[in-house]
């Protein structure tokens, strides 16, 4: 492990019990993802890509083997700890935008500063900055259903980079969107890795969204098909 | 933003589903506001009964009336501090609708038996002295604005004059009251004399004796020495401590207390219910948005509280607006119900109470749904939606 690692997988393993079987879906992974990677994970259905990124995400832990994270083990922590990590670390942008309905998007954007320090008008400052910054100054007051997919995509970006989080993990993020909007999102995508530093891991199906990453690990019945790749 | 503003939108996403639950808490809450100050109102005879009072009726039962020889048989009596006796009248006023408490007594000893009630001393005398005056209790004064003076003709719907007719008229010579607040004045008296000399019939009796002892430790002793001097006389007697007289009055009606726990029991039973399906349902609603909220690090515990809080607030916001419509409601009829149920409010007991209860029905109706927002593991909800 180097200090450039951001991500250190050992000897992962994950098995599900289901009745009175066990379901495997890796043994023995390892890993490495480079801070700055934007990391492409493709892979038919049931390939294990989902599963990954909740590992990587702390959302899941592993049945056998290591997760570092910055040199930090985080396949040990405690659910409250690993909530604490994810507040600190990690952005996320789901499939279909998971925005809170109730809440305006400026609101939406806020949810995460609430388990910062942050004071009110500090919060308002990161919130604005961030929609700014996906280019939805001006629909902060508007609620989700008032928006487009790709505008309802772009504040759960802002949601995602509003706390400056390391990591952001995307889990088809393009995958409910047309073309040209996916384009836009992914574009974003590139310039948060390039412009802003961020580690992007995305999960996705679609070839033309892997070509944005700067480098693409193929999934197979957990196992990486390409060795070079994962290396 | 705070975690209180996202439990408010959440509380208010569906306004047709938050009125008509906030509106069975409410329901429920009014019932057990106005229900509980009506059994305070009842209780409040017994709760007001001196330690050292009793009351000797006649064993029939306590409408038949007992010889006027025994005021004084009864005053010799060892223990026995000050006695006086009392009739019913049967008393309404300009319409046999509506009814006055009003009874014949003995103006030298009655304040003495009663002596919570509190007359200026001019009025006292004035009353003493003026066989045709009244003495009237400070809310019933109040309730038809009779003051001083003031010439009432009061009608018996029992008794009828020797000289025809069923009204007697009467000069209001002065208003008892008393320091105590629950204690009942609702009612008015007048001279024993002045109806037996008037009435068509009934003698020399009288409706019912009380009477002090000189200690509450007296009165079984005393009690037991007034029936047995009268047994197996044309009258007997029987003789208990004013409390347990009001109470077995009181239990004519029913169970009151069972009553009252049976609506409130049902009302409460329907509402926990009611509510407690809602809330299981609305989270079951936002299970998805729990899992994104976890996944951006919300710990289970701040989403635990936050749901219970949302539950407690439901009951808090129907419990209090029920509450308010029940003090309302008391305080609006208080004055038409004063002859019957005399000092009758929603009292600090029933409000305490009142919270207790919505506190209870937050956290019962809350658990169960925080309980599984706790739980909800991010992997399984996200592979559920």
Redesign the interface.
């Known amino acids: 492990m180097t200090t450039e690692h951001l991500f250190d997988l050992q000897k992962v393993a994950k098995r599900f019990v289901k009745g009175k079987d066990s379901i495997t879906i890796f043994d023995n992974l390892d890993l490495s993802i480079n801070k700055g990677d934007f990391v492409a994970i493709m892979g038919p259905s049931g390939s294990g890509k989902t599963t990954l990124l909740n590992l990587l995400g702390g959302v899941d832990q592993p049945t056998e083997g290591e997760i570092s994270f910055d040199g930090q083990r985080i396949d040990k922590l405690s659910e409250n700890l690993l909530a604490k990590w994810r507040a600190n670390n990690v952005g996320y942008i789901f499939q279909f935008y998971n925005l809170m309905p109730m809440l305006n998007a400026a609101r939406n954007v806020e949810l995460p500063l609430l388990l910062t320090n942050l004071s009110s008008s500090e919060r308002k400052q990161s919130v604005a900055t961030a929609l700014e910054l996906v280019g939805l100054a001006d629909r902060a007051k508007h609620m989700p259903s008032e928006l487009s997919g790709g505008q309802q995509q772009r504040v759960a970006i802002a949601r995602a980079v509003v706390s400056d989080p390391k990591l952001l993990l995307c889990d088809e993020p393009t995958g409910d969107l047309d073309r040209a909007t996916a384009d836009e999102i992914l574009k974003m995508l590139q310039l948060l890795n390039r412009e802003f530093g961020k580690t992007i891991i995305m999960v996705t199906h679609d070839p033309s969204a892997a070509k944005y990453a700067n480098r693409t690990l193929h999934l197979d019945k957990g196992k990486f098909v390409d060795r070079e790749l994962a290396a | 933003?705070?975690?209180f503003?996202?439990i408010y939108?959440?509380l208010?996403?569906k306004k047709l589903r938050l009125t008509l639950t906030v509106f069975s808490i409410f329901i429920a809450f009014t019932i057990f506001g106005a229900v509980s100050a009506l059994k305070g109102s009842l209780d409040s005879g017994i709760e007001m009964s001196a330690d050292n009072r009793l009351v000797t009726v006649n064993k029939i039962n306590f409408t038949v009336s007992i010889p006027y020889a025994y005021v004084n048989k009864i005053r010799a009596m060892e223990g026995v501090k000050d006695v006086t006796h009392a009739n019913w009248f049967g008393g309404y006023y300009q319409e046999p609708a509506v009814q006055i408490v009003s009874m014949a007594v003995d103006p030298t000893t009655y304040f003495d038996v009663y002596n919570e009630l509190v007359v200026p001393d001019e009025q006292m005398q004035r009353w003493q002295s003026n066989q045709t005056g009244m003495l009237v209790g400070a809310r019933l004064a109040k309730v038809y604005g009779w003051k001083v003076g003031d010439r009432v003709p009061i009608s018996s719907n029992i008794f009828s004059q020797k000289t025809g007719g069923q009204t007697w008229d009467f000069t209001v010579d002065g208003i008892f009251d008393a320091e105590d607040a629950k204690v009942d004045t609702g009612y008015m008296v007048f001279h024993y004399k002045y109806f037996r000399e008037t009435n068509s019939y009934g003698g020399d009796n009288v409706g019912w004796l009380v009477l002090t002892t000189t200690s509450s430790d007296l009165n079984e002793q005393v009690a037991k020495s007034i029936d047995e001097a009268f047994a197996n006389s044309s009258a007997e007697t029987e003789t208990s401590t004013e409390k347990a007289f009001n109470k077995a009055f009181l239990e004519q009606i029913g169970n009151i207390g069972l009553i009252i726990f049976g609506v409130v029991f049902m009302a409460f039973f329907t509402i926990l219910v009611v509510v407690g399906n809602t809330m299981v349902l609305a989270i079951r609603e936002r299970t998805?948005?729990i899992a994104?909220?976890?996944?951006?690090?919300?710990?289970?515990?701040r989403i635990f509280k936050m749901v219970l809080i949302e539950s407690l607030l439901l009951a808090f916001i129907g419990g209090l607006l029920g509450l308010g419509a029940a003090k309302l409601i008391v305080a609006a009829m208080s004055d038409q119900l004063a002859r019957f149920l005399p000092n009758i409010a929603v009292g600090t007991d029933v409000i305490i109470q009142a919270l207790l209860y919505m506190a209870l029905l937050g956290l019962i109706t809350g658990i169960a749904p925080a309980i599984n927002a706790l739980r909800l593991n991010?992997?399984t909800a996200f592979s559920r939606?």
């Open positions: 933003m705070n975690d503003y996202l939108k959440n208010t996403r998805n948005e994104v909220l976890k996944t951006l690090g919300f710990t289970s515990a991010i992997v939606g």
